[in-house]
């Protein structure tokens, strides 16, 4: 998935969709992107020590006849250096394997993926309630959520909403949400998954009399990890 690339242009037809969305129902509709829901610092860290690990125990398979090797090569060999050499390239391999794991994107092939489906749901969450969704009037909120580096997106409802719609109206707008971004059409995308939403909310919570925009309809675009 490439990076979502939102400009100006972008930000304000996503701010207008919400608010025509909007216009026909009483529900809240937010979105946010982030560029990562996690570091997964720990991840990358047992990932390099275990490759370094790897290293070592390999070189004491053949601790002898690198030794032996050694000091045929070596005039002034001591017995020391293979012990020196083998404690220096577990630092090499574990530092090399640690830039490595900390290449963008990289870590979606040491990281479990359920573990990633849950930190995306952890800052969805968070985020949620940062963004006072949780405390509509009528508990009516919904957030869009998309998290770049772990390719995921999560469509958060309040009570008031899953009370009435199921979690199937939402996977499909999340499934046509991530094609879109797959296909570098994030902006278009995420104006249809808003669109999407706001249709199925109209017809559950069509707009009060005296309905009041109680959220930003802008794109929150998020920091790294909390």
């Not at 919400?18 to 560029?35: F, H, M, N, R, W």
């Not at 391999?93 to 963008?104: F, H, K, Q, S």
């Not at 009516?140 to 469509?155: A, C, H, M």
Request: net charge negative; proline share 3%; hydrophobic share 45%.
């Amino acid at each position: 998935m490439k990076s979502p690339r939102v400009s100006d242009e972008d930000l304000q037809r996503i701010k207008d969709a919400v608010a025509l969305a909007e216009k026909k129902t009483s529900g809240e509709i937010a979105t946010a992107l982030t560029e990562e829901s996690s570091d997964y610092a720990v991840y990358e860290i047992l990932f390099a020590l275990a490759g370094g690990a790897v290293f070592y125990f390999a070189g004491l398979l053949f601790f002898g006849p690198l030794s032996l090797a050694a000091e045929n090569l070596f005039w002034d060999y001591k017995p020391i250096y293979p012990t020196i050499a083998l404690g220096v390239g577990f630092l090499l391999v574990t530092g090399i394997l640690y830039l490595i794991a900390n290449i963008p994107g990289f870590d979606r092939f040491i990281v479990p993926k359920k573990i990633m489906a849950r930190e995306v749901n952890r800052r969805a969450v968070l985020h949620f309630a940062e963004a006072g969704l949780f405390d509509t009037r009528d508990r009516t909120g919904i957030l869009i959520f998309v998290s770049r580096r772990e390719q995921r997106v999560e469509i958060l409802a309040d009570k008031g909403i899953s009370a009435k719609v199921g979690q199937d109206a939402w996977d499909g707008i999340m499934s046509k949400l991530i094609e879109g971004i797959r296909a570098d059409r994030f902006a278009d995308a995420l104006i249809e998954a808003v669109g999407s939403c706001g249709v199925i909310l109209a017809q559950h919570f069509p707009i009060k009399d005296d309905d009041t925009n109680e959220l930003s309809d802008g794109l929150t675009i998020l920091g790294g990890d909390q």
